[in-house]
């Protein structure tokens, strides 16, 4: 599918977020494309070959879409990473160094 320039397109982004920078690409696309059809025509899962097409995580603006979401103008198409660590386990970690250096603080009385 071919980029178009007809005043009936959409404007979306596709923009893929590394550690030190962000991959963003513009696109103008036919109106009934979907998520699938913007991340191809974007080139981005050719150039970064880690970006799993079938198990990989895609959304509009931060929410969660199934690749055959239709798109609407001005939407931006977001590529996510898989997680380094899970969240739940970094917080009881840190809850657990919290406790152990809060015990033995001192004598009461002291200044």
Do not use: W
């Amino acid at each position: 599918m071919a980029q178009t320039d007809s005043k009936d397109s959409l404007n979306i982004e596709v923009v893929y977020a590394l550690p030190h920078k962000a991959d963003l690409i513009r696109l103008k696309l036919p109106h009934g494309c979907s998520l699938q059809q913007a991340l191809e025509v974007s080139g981005l899962m050719q150039k970064y070959p880690e970006i799993d097409s079938k198990n990989g995580r895609f959304g509009i603006y931060g929410k969660l879409c199934n690749p055959a979401t239709l798109l609407r103008d001005q939407d931006r198409v977001e590529i996510y990473r898989p997680l380094q660590a899970d969240p739940k386990e970094v917080r009881r970690r840190r809850a657990e160094e919290g406790k152990a250096t809060k015990k033995g603080g001192g004598a009461a009385g002291e200044v």
